[in-house]
């Protein structure tokens, strides 16, 4: 049997509660478990402050300064506010007649020095002191927890439940006093507890021995409640902290967006004076210049999420921005879990609801309103800036504190173009519960949720909403709204970095073909040149026009445009170097090059386009081309045979007899089905995943008048919500790591400059009421 000794517990307490902030949070909250009428008081009766108190005894033994003065010197630094202990500490010092008095009349006046803690809730008895109270680690509340929990309550009946409650005390002073009583008792329990005396290393932890009494009369025959008298302080304690504390800590013990009549009521008091704790204002946040708003529900069909967002002042005109967004289980599940993480599909549903806001400000734009001028509403975003966490209106740390980037947004700001959502501009909270959420359980250091498998989901479904689809719909505003300047330096860059990715897949498409295929490879070689050249001209066309205001509008764009070409450019080599890799151990030699011919016809698209990019120079010289449109998707279909066998695909096609012969840039062709293909083999083998006996199909189909390519599959599908913002530029669903929003944006903006369109049927609908069906009308150039 294992035997503790008594050090065990200071070492536990020193774990368990890392700060004296996470002591008083843990203290306030066992007193609202209590049911206190009255809320919690925190009273601070401090005479002599501690670094004082360690500089003057040290004086007092070191003997260097005459008496007389060092006593005026201790008395002046007596805290006269403290007035119940003040005249006491006074009467100490002067009657010190030598250095050994004067330093053990320090020791006496400090540990005048008090913190109590005050409820008014069902108090404790004499039985309960020693039975629950001395009991580390007691059940009785994880028990009533785990019962309100099973039992669907709204909240459970407590907040704490793991019984460590009662070693904050030891963190903010070396002895605890307890003066307690439940309505029914006729008198006050009392328990007394010397922290210093588990520091014994011989003792065990039962030969601490520690006795609840009963004495004295209650303040009143049907009072209850709790007094926690802590002394021998083990910080420095003075108004200039306890009012830093309030602003900046005790302000979030409870949830600061809750209704201020129904908020927990906190009460912290300087030797006699009241310290206001701040309240958030609802006007502030009204002031941020883009917001979102998120509610995570599981019903009868599955989890949902819902966001609201709304853009008020992003920099330039713009109407105030209102978008309603809505994304079910088959969404959540691609962009959640997706092909490569191991989040289980029951996490979905197991998380529970919950809800999230968040306020984005951008300091430099920061103006008047709401009452304020601009340096109030700044410190105001100082004092609450960052994203916190609260379960059942109190507090989850660490979230939210400064150092702390739980959603990971300063990394991803680091990374991102554009409008940087990083976590000092942005002002906001998640708000989960014990019993909607069992699965989100604390630490037992108080250091942020157990990494569980809905922790991991939560953390994305913020992450996705912030960080992807606000930051995305202030995009898509800024490209709407505001007429963009080219900035040729980010863009030769990003060109430079995707030209060395495509030489790389040329070079590697050169070691994986034979001398017969290399003419291939040498004209995309020479297209990719050509591509270079052309997007050098363009920047240097930008430079010569950047100082001239009326051809500024003719350049708005070209920056985003030229590096969706170029990264179409670099997508294409790539995936074309896949597509040889795949059928290279079987394919014949005119497989590849039918490969290759695809693959030319797509650069040749790109190159067409970078020459419509540039205002100041001709047309492309690439003319719309006659060839026959079932032979062109038969033969694409059939590259994708080994990658359709690979998994588990059925394709239903029918090559039709008539070859439709168009007129048109083959090169968009191509890349159009491609898309289609690579997104619907992804969302194929993603559901084939979720569940092994499904079986995938894709169904083509080429039909007349005018000529049109049917395409759809039998995968989850597309929320008909989400019909017309699937084209928009950077929406996508997929996994975060796959995440670019660009493919069926490309896809229609090639079918539209062609004279054709793109666009996803809202008839026939899959058994999920979600539509799987495209349809890519071709114009035909005369």
């Not at 998120?294 to 002042?313: D, I, M």
Request: proline fraction near 3%; include cysteine; aromatic fraction near 6%.
């Amino acid at each position: 049997m294992f035997r503790v000794t008594a050090r065990t517990v200071l070492e536990l307490g020193s774990e368990l509660i890392s700060s004296d902030m996470i002591a008083f949070y843990e203290l306030i909250k066992n007193g609202f478990d209590a049911r206190t009428e009255n809320g919690v008081e925190v009273r601070f009766n401090v005479v002599l402050g501690l670094r004082s108190f360690s500089s003057l005894r040290n004086r007092s033994k070191e003997q260097e300064v005459p008496l007389e003065n060092l006593k005026e010197r201790c008395l002046s630094e007596l805290n006269s506010s403290a007035t119940t202990i003040y005249d006491q500490a006074r009467k100490l010092i002067s009657a010190a007649d030598s250095y050994d008095q004067l330093s053990k009349a320090l020791t006496a006046v400090y540990s005048l020095n008090t913190i109590r803690v005050i409820d008014t809730g069902s108090g404790m008895s004499a039985t309960d002191l020693e039975k629950k109270f001395l009991v580390i680690g007691t059940p009785s509340r994880k028990i009533a927890v785990e019962k309100s929990v099973a039992e669907g309550h709204k909240k459970p009946d407590f907040l704490g439940e793991k019984g460590l409650g009662r070693l904050s005390a030891m963190r903010l002073g070396g002895t605890l006093s307890i003066e307690t009583a439940r309505k029914n008792d006729r008198k006050l329990n009392h328990l007394q507890i010397d922290w210093r005396a588990f520091e014994d290393v011989d003792k065990m932890i039962e030969d601490i021995n520690i006795k609840a009494s009963t004495s004295g009369k209650k303040p009143s025959p049907d009072y209850s409640g709790t007094v926690l008298t802590i002394s021998e302080l083990t910080s420095d304690w003075n108004e200039g902290r306890i009012r830093q504390l309030a602003a900046a800590d005790f302000a979030f013990l409870t949830n600061p967006l809750a209704d201020s009549r129904n908020r927990p009521r906190i009460v912290l008091v300087w030797n006699g004076e009241r310290i206001p704790v701040p309240m958030l204002g609802k006007s502030f946040l009204k002031l941020a210049h883009a917001s979102i708003w998120g509610a995570y529900t599981v019903g009868e069909s599955g989890p949902q999420l819902t966001l609201s967002l709304k853009l008020r002042e992003l920099g330039f005109e713009h109407p105030v921005v209102e978008e309603e967004l809505r994304f079910g289980e088959k969404d959540l599940f691609a962009m959640i879990r997706g092909r490569d993480e191991a989040i289980p599909e029951d996490a979905l549903t197991d998380l529970g609801p919950f809800t999230f806001e968040a306020h984005w400000y951008n300091r430099r734009r920061v103006k008047a309103g709401g009452g304020m001028d601009r340096e109030q509403i700044l410190k105001l975003h100082r004092q609450w800036t960052g994203i916190r966490m609260y379960r059942d209106d109190f507090r989850v740390y660490p979230y939210g504190q400064e150092k702390d980037d739980w959603l990971g947004l300063d990394r991803e700001a680091l990374m991102a173009r554009g409008y940087l959502l990083n976590k000092i501009q942005l002002v906001g909270q998640v708000d989960i519960s014990r019993s909607a959420n069992p699965g989100l359980v604390d630490q037992t250091n108080r250091e942020g949720l157990r990494e569980t498998q809905e922790q991991q989901a939560m953390l994305r479904i913020v992450q996705f909403s912030i960080q992807d689809q606000l930051r995305n719909a202030m995009r898509r505003a800024e490209t709407k709204y505001k007429a963009k300047r080219a900035r040729p330096v980010e863009a030769k860059t990003e060109i430079a970095r995707l030209e060395t990715r495509a030489q790389k897949a040329i070079s590697n498409l050169r070691s994986v073909t034979t001398n017969q295929e290399r003419e291939k490879i040498e004209e995309l070689q020479q297209t990719l040149l050509e591509l270079t050249e052309l997007a050098k001209i363009l920047r240097e066309r930008n430079a010569e026009v950047e100082g001239d205001a009326k051809l500024m509008q003719d350049m708005a764009g070209i920056g985003l445009l030229v590096e969706i070409v170029a990264h179409e450019l670099a997508r294409t080599s790539e995936h074309a170097l896949d597509r040889i890799r795949e059928i290279r151990s079987t394919a014949t030699s005119d497989e590849v090059v039918t490969g290759l011919d695809g693959l030319a016809a797509s650069m040749k698209s790109i190159h067409k386009r970078l020459r419509i990019l540039d205002p100041l120079s001709v047309s492309g010289r690439q003319a719309p081309e006659t060839f026959s449109l079932t032979q062109l998707i038969s033969e694409t279909l059939e590259d994708h045979q080994t990658q359709f066998n690979r998994h588990g695909i059925h394709l239903k096609y029918e090559p039709p007899k008539d070859r439709f012969t168009t007129k048109t840039v083959k090169g968009y062709v191509v890349q159009i089905f491609e898309n289609l293909l690579a997104n619907s083999v992804y969302w194929l083998s993603l559901e084939k995943e979720k569940s092994p006996l499904f079986e995938p199909q894709i169904s083509v189909s080429i039909v007349g008048s005018p000529t049109r390519i049917i395409f759809s599959d039998n995968g989850p599908g597309i929320d008909p919500e989400h019909k017309d913002r699937i084209f928009d530029m950077f929406f996508s669903l997929k996994e975060s790591k796959k995440r670019r929003g660009l493919g069926l944006y490309i896809a229609r903006a090639n079918a539209v400059a062609a004279g054709g369109s793109l666009e996803l049927k809202e008839e026939p609908v899959n058994d999920f009421g979600r539509l799987n069906t495209f349809e890519y009308c071709i114009s035909e150039h005369t």
